[in-house]
């Protein structure tokens, strides 16, 4: 069974419950984002003056307080310019699924506000050694990860990320407990035994396709169904 025919198997029977679930849902994000933008236009936050002229390469904040993380940077800034010298700088891309490091090379203070400015989306920070560390959050599926990531079952019955085969038992991430009786019996056997063997995701669609699939089954969530059915 392919994982197109698997997704199909285990949204049979439960499409009306999630559609309940997803209206419900969407009035509750509805009305936290309304109160969340009254209370935003209703507080009247005041900007702030940059501490120097790399801090001042810094996206202007637009009168609203600066983030932590825009914060963060503007103090590391500074801290390079009363410093001088070059340092080395790195690069931390963190996926959904993997990390990656890299050196990006030596650069003087005026240099690491520039890349900055550049790029205001990029944490920085000022690590024991000297070295500045940017990072970026990215979502998406490390290549790493697209090459060899597979969803499956550790040895405790948790829905997990593995890389290479479950047999492998080289997890990545944990996500939730499975009921697997409830499972078992809601699924062909030969839909469990794909799971246990692993099913492999080439992307963040697959990815997410298989945990909303599989949270069917998680223990909170289907003891909830099988209390609430007749």
């Not at 503007?74 to 790195?90: P, Q």
Request: glycine letters at 8%; a negative charge; hydrophobic letters at 40%.
């Amino acid at each position: 069974m392919n994982l197109r025919g698997l997704y199909k198997q285990l949204k049979k029977g439960l499409r009306q419950k999630r559609r309940w679930l997803s209206l419900g849902f969407f009035i509750v994000a509805a009305t936290v984002g309304l109160l969340s933008v009254y209370a935003f236009r209703s507080s009247g936050v005041p900007g702030y003056e940059a501490e120097s002229k790399l801090a001042a390469a810094l996206p202007d904040a637009g009168g609203v307080q600066a983030s932590a993380q825009d914060q963060r940077a503007r103090e590391v800034l500074k801290r390079l310019e009363e410093a001088g010298g070059k340092r080395d700088i790195f690069m931390r891309k963190s996926y959904v699924c993997g990390e990656e490091m890299m050196l990006i090379g030596r650069m003087e203070a005026s240099e690491v506000a520039s890349l900055h400015a550049e790029h205001p989306g990029w944490s920085v920070e000022l690590r024991e050694d000297g070295a500045v560390l940017f990072a970026e959050a990215i979502d998406d599926l490390s290549p790493a990860c697209k090459n060899n990531a597979y969803f499956g079952l550790d040895h405790t019955g948790n829905l997990s990320l593995f890389d290479g085969p479950p047999d492998d038992q080289k997890v990545i991430r944990t996500f939730f407990q499975l009921n697997m009786g409830y499972m078992e019996s809601s699924l062909q056997p030969d839909a469990v035994q794909q799971l246990k063997a692993g099913i492999r995701v080439l992307d963040m669609a697959e990815y997410n396709s298989v945990l909303s699939t599989f949270s069917e089954f998680a223990v909170e969530e289907s003891e909830k169904v099988m209390k609430s059915a007749p």
